[in-house]
């Protein structure tokens, strides 16, 4: 009955399963589920709304977009559609963000070197 998932939670995936997956450390997946679990105020329902609060953190700057932005990531990794990022669509995410931060970096690091040059 209702909305169910036939998806695995972050608690029933094997540690090293998800480790292998996300290529992160079981310390550092820990540190995001804490981190979810925070953000979503303790009740494990992370909505766009508690998402943007997050995203807008992060190291972004002052963009103008970051509400646009944020939404657009939200419901690309809100696979179900159910208006809820789980934790392992939340996992998504910071890994999407992650290479993109760094991309960013990396690009803004090759044109700083560029202009030195």
Known sequence: MGN??????????????????????????????????????HDGAMNMNKFTQLYSHLPWGNS??????????????????????SFDEF?????FIDYELNRNQREISSNSDDVQC
């Open 4 to 41: 169910h998932s036939n998806r695995l939670t972050a608690h029933t995936w094997s540690p090293n399963r998800l480790e292998q997956t996300t290529g992160l450390s079981q310390d550092q997946i820990d540190q995001f589920h804490a981190k979810y679990i925070e953000a979503s105020e």
């Open 64 to 85: 103008e977009h970051l509400q646009d932005r944020a939404m657009h990531l939200f419901r690309a990794f809100n696979r179900d559609h159910n208006d809820i990022l």
């Open 91 to 95: 996992l998504a995410a910071i890994i």
